[in-house]
């Protein structure tokens, strides 16, 4: 932990430097600094911050067969409203996954019913409030050159809106007393017995190079003599077993 005791935060305002992109002369900055890699990587990156304020990391991966985006909208389950539970991941199914089974659609339409509101208003309210530029992250990868694919990430993502740090805050922990040592039971749509157990944790980003959950996740999953999976699959209690975070 002695090598924690200076972290800071990532500074995305110093570092940056004027640019256009290479055909539609969109303008954007780029990091001129040293982006750490390990020296087995051969693939070639570039971070830039778009004028929305949204920052970018562009790969260049010449073994890639297909081009990729991942997109961190920065906000979730956390900031639902109360009457509105399942809000957030309603929205991004609508915005990025398009899939036609939700699964809490007519809950959450029962709940605006309920209250006399608008489903479609209150995920447009929703989205108005926290889906802003200043705070997503994106990770573009593919085989094309690093101008390339800065001139997708410029021309498609400069247009998302700019509405300053939306980040939703939190007093507390977001799990409380009220909410710990509660047994849930579900019916699912297929036959299979699934038992999650979901632990409080205090805040870890502040030591993530230490990767506390690695350790964790390494003993759940781990399937030798004596480990727990080996325990649980010997007096027929688990077919597989799971850490994640």
Known sequence: MDSLKNWKPADWETGFESRQSAESLMPYKEYTGLIEKSDNDQRQYR??????????????????????????VNVGSNANPAEFQGLAHFLEHMLFLGTENVGNTEMLKGAAEK???????????????????????????????????????????????????????????????A???????????????????QFSLPELKSIYREKPLAYLNTLLDNTEQ?????????????TAINGGS
């Not at 920052?55 to 997109?71: I, N, Y």
Request: net charge positive.
């Open 47 to 72: 971070l830039i911050r778009l004028p929305n304020n949204l920052v970018a990391l562009c790969v260049q991966d010449a073994e890639a067969k297909e081009a990729a985006a991942s997109l961190s």
């Open 115 to 177: 209250l006399g509101l608008n489903l479609r208003e209150e995920l447009i309210k929703f989205y108005q409030k926290y889906y802003s530029a200043d705070i997503m992250r994106l990770t573009v990868v593919g085989n094309h050159s690093l101008d390339v694919l800065t001139e997708w990430v410029t021309s498609k993502f400069s247009r998302i809106a700019s509405k300053g740090n939306t980040k939703p805050t939190f007093e507390g922990h977001p799990i409380d007393k």
């Open 179 to 197: 909410q710990l040592g509660k047994l849930i039971h579900f019916k699912t749509v297929c036959e299979k017995h699934l038992i999650k157990l």
């Open 226 to 238: 004596w480990s727990i999976f080996s325990v649980l699959r010997k007096n027929g209690w688990a």
